[in-house]
């Protein structure tokens, strides 16, 4: 069984900075990239930036030169550093993690329970 675990969201004032951070845990041998997603409310959930295992990065263009991605991969750990942060921010961001390999030789994809992310004055 592989879990996700997210911290760090909450309210933040708009020119504000947040961290999240994701860690997966279980049986895993091997991850092949992780990322965030985010989700308004009445919106379709959107990915923000993801990391993949060999250091290719993407972003949303919105969010880029803000919001930098970072990834440890011994500890299967991905961080979100959210800066200048903007009330479009606003959502409930998830963590993803892309072609896990297990133990038991399955691959999956595999999502956190989510965070809120809040940007007001």
């Known amino acids: 069984q592989v879990q996700l675990v997210e911290s760090g969201g909450g309210l933040v004032q708009p020119g504000g900075s947040l961290r999240l951070s994701c860690a997966a845990s279980?049986?895993?041998?091997?991850?092949?990239?992780m990322g965030w997603y985010r989700q308004a409310p009445g919106k379709q959930r959107e990915l923000v930036a993801r990391?993949?295992?060999?250091?290719?990065?993407t972003y949303l263009d919105s969010v880029k030169d803000r919001f930098t991605i970072s990834r440890d991969n011994a500890k299967n750990t991905v961080y979100l550093q959210m800066n200048m942060m903007k009330p479009q921010d606003t959502a409930v961001y998830y963590c993803?993690?892309?072609?896990?390999?297990?133990?038991?030789?399955?691959?999956?994809?595999?999502w956190g329970q989510g965070t809120q992310v809040t940007v007001s004055s």
């Open positions: 993803n993690a892309d072609r896990v390999l297990t133990t038991r030789g399955d691959v999956y994809n595999y």
């Open positions: 990391l993949s295992h060999d250091g290719t990065t």
């Open positions: 279980g049986s895993i041998l091997s991850v092949y990239a």
